[in-house]
């Protein structure tokens, strides 16, 4: 009598296993995949001080016994740095002149920063403008990473943009409080966590509300020209975001584009006014944006930024070039460094600006190349001590490049020192110097760049297939778990998986490489693995077809292999738009073909399924294939209507994404704007009353349970809440300004209601997923029979197709004891109505419920595709319904 629950507890503990088992090997996967995708770089604590030089000899040439010296003489005591987010380069241009009979071009943002254009103009020795080059991931924290320690940013940290966390490396706000100067800062608050306690006077305001234009740069000029005037200060930062948020709401051709910066113009002729001969005035962008006002990418308008210097004193020996001067963003970092008199960031790999450490009032040359090529050694040295250090504590930097710049440093570095000892006489020398070390620190940079990107072709295509090998195991599993003796086999992966972990470790140990705790788990994966595939097969495999592996239609088994191989395609991946829906019209036409061919349409209603001792017969009633065409003819004509929304790679720059990905706030006329408003709203009430109508159809709108409760309120206030939402969005702007406060608000406040109830319904659906109505009535003069094709835990396939008669057989059991008490009043009578969608209804309803927050997170018009998509849902899935036939293998069992 106890051997069966024994048996029952065995399996259970046995599936329990299995599942950990393959949560790790899914685990292992991912990361063996991702250690040779997402490389990181390792960041050094080490900083620089000005006690100790980055490298032997004396200080260099003009800085002995001066005041403020560190490494370098300071040549200002105070700068004032304003970065305005998203500044591209050619916001900065003028506006072009035409010839005659040529049309003028007429772009919202050029010619908007007029003040830059007539300083280079009149004072041409006292400012430059410069095209400055970001290296991607071009996000606003790795920017101000890079802009502050002069270091690359990799790609795993392109995922922490909005969950910001403490620089640790050396930064020039560190060397500016360790210096004892006073930094106040104003703007993005992204700044107080990369520097938390660092400024003196700081002024944060909330960033991440991108369609908020005013609120941080409104908050900035309330403090900056009174902190200006103060004189509390030597250094200024200001952070200014409308720009960046102007570009994400509207793009940059919108005319909003054009205010904003005509008042970043206005900003700077302030600053300029009121600028001392001791300081240095940056404004700069921390990246570009691309048409539709996006960054993050490697695309030449989002890497091109503005850099534009200026002092009241001379600081340039010559006038500005035709065509501005293209520099590497981190570049910024070792100049402003050596200018204020602080040492270079020790992680620092960027070279300085050498044409700003020649006097400009000097008229021996010979002396200005000399403090040029002192300012080059001593970032040479900085670079070179980092290169010695960093490759010391890592192994992923290119040995036979790095040998090779060494090689060439040191050569610089001798010819440098030659030159201190005679000084006189020795241009062209002094010029091969400054060369040699502008090709040692390009070098470097480079070599930096092919390392810390360097995918691990090795790892990523190991992960991924331990990954398809998991994938393949579930697959696997679910066709045999109905096998005696199966569920002993699950217990044998931990031993096989232990074992090889074991003897890769041996290995790892005795050749003296390093152990790697990804590469331990993958080869535990492994090892756990191929053992089971091939006891598995060697077992069951040739008694059962490897066609009944795969319980999916050919053509959709087809449609996805495709799919997956496209993948390894770069033409396919870059015409994907285009690829994907010809690959789905593929499919759905080899489907409906397919049924038509082999007579499997299925008739316009269910089948009944005999009750008692029956089964079905062989030749079913087939339907004529006007169903199955029609369906056919709606999935493609959503496909086309879905091609409508698209967003063209920038890898293909002759493509041209769709105008109606952008938000409503972005279109300029009214009357369009109420237009595409009613028809997202329209989309959305169409999606919701899709969704009631298919669940009232199937009897799932009937129970009191609290998740259909949920369904037939709560869903109406989501779509009301994001039908709201749209409205402040889309027009917030329009709003009178005593409303404004108001507004905004109700913009904050909105998305979180809806999401809230998204949340609360997914809980409610987790908690009661079943919503079938069910009644139990007493006291009926007949006997109403609940039906069960099998008792006891499923041993055959055909038990687990019939996983709806087992919930019968559940609903009897927990009627059970009613029975026995209601004996004396007759006999009970259980109903559950449409047991059919008692798995659908859950997923659908959950589903739906997912939709409003990816919505909030889109332009209003994805309301339309998100749509079509749950459209083309319901009709493929019909589509694949329309071939599974319907058929009763075995018998019924009665049971009163």
Known sequence: MNSLPATSRMQKISVLLFLAWVSFLFYAGIALFTSGFLLTRLELTNHSSCHEPPGPGSLPWGSQGKPGACWMASRFSRLVLVLVDALRFDFAQPQPSHGPGEPPVSLPFLG?????????EIQPHHARLYQSKADPPTTTMQRLKALTTGSLPTFIDAGSNFASYAIVEDNLIKQLTNAGRHVVFMGDDTWKDLFPGAFSQAFFFPSFNVRDLHTVDNGILEHLYPTMDGGEWDVLIAHFLGVDHCGHKYGPHHPEMAKKLSQMDQVIQGLVERLENDTLLVVIGDHGMTITGDHGGDSDLEISAALFLYSPKALFPRVPPKEPEIVPQISLVPTLALLLGLPIPFGNIGEVMAELFAEAEDSQPHSSALAQASALHLNAQQVSRFLHTYSAAAQNLQVKELHQLQNLFSKASADYQRLLQSPQGAEAALQTVITELQQFLRGVRAMCIESWARFSLGRMAGGAALLAAACFLCLLVSQWATYPGFHPLLLTPMACG????????????????????????????????????????????????????????????????????????????????????FLLGSLILLLVAQLHWEGKLLPPKLLTIPRLCFSASAGQPRHSGTHALGLGVGLLLCIRLAGLFHRCPEETPACHSSPWLSPLASMVGGRAKNLWYGACVGALVALLAAVRLWLCRYSNLKSPEPSVLFVRWGLPLMVLGTAAYWALASGADEAPPRLRALVAGASVVLPRAVAGLAASGLMLLLWRPVTVLVKATTGTPRTRTVLTPFSGPPTSQADLDYVVPQIYRHMQEEFRGRLERTKSQGPLTVAAYQLGSVYSAAMV?????????????HAERISLVFLLLFLQSFLLLHLLAAGIPITTPGKYISQP
């Open 498 to 581: 232990l074992a090889s972990t074991i003897v890769c470790a041996g290995l790892l140990a005795t050749t003296g490489l390093k152990l790697d705790p990804v590469v331990l788990g993958a080869m535990a994966a492994v090892g756990s693995l191929l053992p089971f595939l091939w006891k598995a097969w060697a077992g069951w495999g040739s008694k059962r077809p490897l066609a009944a592996l795969f319980p999916i239609p050919g053509p959709v088994l087809l449609f996805l292999l495709i799919r997956f191989a496209a993948f390894f395609s770069d033409s396919f991946v870059v015409a994907e738009a285009r690829a994907t829906p």
């Open 112 to 120: 908007k920063l007029n003040s830059l254009q007539r300083i280079l």
């Open 845 to 857: 309803t959950a589903l739906t419920l997912l939709a409003f927050p990816l919505l909030l997170l």
